[in-house]
């Protein structure tokens, strides 16, 4: 199975607009809410023409964008936003690991979202961002999804206290949304790991140990994409008092620190899941080493066996003129009957000895 890694793009130079991810035949689409306490407004297939007329800055506005392959629809969103290339570079080249940038204005977060692929032990990779910018937060995705489905339902019924909130809430339950999708897939792994430790007390195939080496690189691939997300969401929880990004309510700054609790709570489950699976891989060998022993042991046991016996055929089987026992009558039967009982005796004892 191949081995884990993020989606690789080519090297483009930090202001090419250029998608760089697989995911090429996803129309790229918007959709707006624009909401308050009071009210919620939803626009499905949301177009540029109406950015000016939509957009109501008085109220929180979410324009989720998925779909990444339209660059003159993006670059469109850019100008209207006044967001610089290297933003829209960085949200169209996947193979950015994630990152947190602050600007005087502008909150820009980047997240990779993993999730365990159907029919392999692979695991896809999407990359999200986000703007935070002046009262809207902008969403970007590869293509479109239902991790925030439960989210649209609450702007929509006024469930919770999201309506309530600015939208640097919102982007605390997009982020958090983006998390549950870790749990998903190390709950996932670890089912698989309770599987490989089943079968390795059952044999010793090959294939388990190919098993094992790529869920070890599965979670190794897990441990790289969080660790980045771990340090970010501890950048964000230290801007509180900075006075150069003020999009981010003081009140609000608690739920982040959720966030990067559950960071550390995440990287803690895959340390003790790796450990798990160091488990699994010594018991295989384990395993390995004791049927090899047992048959060691087996043909150590046949070898004691036969030595005497070898041994008693070589004696009858030298050459001498003057062996007596040659011209005995019965001499062949109470060899062989003699070598019988010797076989019978070493099989008693070791019996006895509880050799097998």
Same mark, same amino acid.
């Given at each position: &199975? $191949? ?9 483009? #130079? ?16 918007? #959709? ?18 109406? @950015? ?8 929180? =506005? ?5 779909? %990444? =392959?339209?660059? +003159?629809?993006?670059?469109? /969103? ?8 290297f933003?829209?570079?960085?949200i169209? +080249? ?19 979202s ?16 986000f703007? %935070? ?7 970007? #995705? *590869? ?10 339902e609450?702007?929509?019924?006024h469930?919770?206290?999201? $309506? ?5 809430? @919102?982007?605390? %339950?997009?982020?958090d949304?983006?998390?549950? =999708? ?11 790991? *309770?599987?490989?430790?089943? @079968?390795?007390?059952?044999?010793a ?9 790529n869920? $070890? ?29 003020n ?17 550390? *709570?995440l ?6 899941? &790796?450990?798990?699976l ?10 390995q080493?004791?049927?090899? =022993?047992e ?5 150590t046991?046949?070898?004691a ?9 070589g /004696? ?41």
């Amino acid at each position: &199975m $191949r081995k884990i890694k993020y989606k690789k793009g080519r090297k483009l #130079q930090h202001i090419t607009l250029e998608y760089t991810g697989v995911e090429k035949e996803h129309e790229t689409e918007m #959709q707006l809410f624009v909401y308050d306490d009071a009210d919620v407004v939803e626009y499905e297939k949301f177009t540029v023409l109406a @950015l000016n007329t939509c957009i109501d800055y008085t109220k929180n =506005n979410w324009l989720n964008i998925h779909g %990444l =392959n339209d660059i +003159n629809l993006l670059k469109t /969103v850019g100008a209207h936003f006044k967001l610089d290339d290297f933003l829209l570079a960085d949200i169209l +080249n996947t193979s950015k690991r994630t990152k947190l940038e602050e600007q005087k204005d502008i909150l820009f977060f980047n997240i990779k979202s993993l999730l365990p692929s159907e029919y392999s032990d692979n695991i896809s990779v999407e990359q999200i961002s986000f703007i %935070l910018k002046d009262g809207i937060l902008i969403s970007f #995705q *590869e293509k479109r999804s239902d991790f925030f489905t439960h989210i649209r339902e609450r702007l929509r019924t006024h469930a919770g206290i999201v $309506r309530t909130k600015k939208v640097d809430y @919102l982007l605390y %339950l997009l982020l958090d949304a983006v998390m549950e =999708n870790f749990y998903i897939t190390i709950e996932d792994e670890e089912d698989k790991i *309770e599987e490989l430790i089943n @079968l390795t007390k059952k044999g010793a195939d090959p294939i388990i140990l190919e098993k094992i080496e790529n869920h $070890r690189d599965n979670f190794n691939f897990l441990k790289r994409s969080i660790i980045p997300l771990r340090d970010s969401l501890y950048y964000l929880k230290t801007i509180k008092d900075d006075d150069t990004y003020n999009g981010i309510q003081k009140e609000t700054f608690s739920f982040f620190i959720r966030l990067h609790q559950k960071s550390l *709570e995440l990287l803690e489950q895959i340390d003790s899941d &790796m450990s798990s699976l160091e488990s699994a891989s010594n018991f295989y060998f384990s395993e390995q080493s004791r049927k090899m =022993n047992e048959i060691m042991k087996t043909l150590t046991i046949i070898s004691a066996i036969f030595i005497p016996l070898t041994f008693i055929v070589g /004696v009858y089987g030298m050459n001498f003129e003057y062996m007596p026992e040659l011209r005995a009558k019965n001499g062949y039967f109470i060899v062989m009957g003699g070598m019988l009982l010797l076989v019978v005796a070493l099989i008693i004892y070791f019996k006895k000895r509880r050799w097998f």
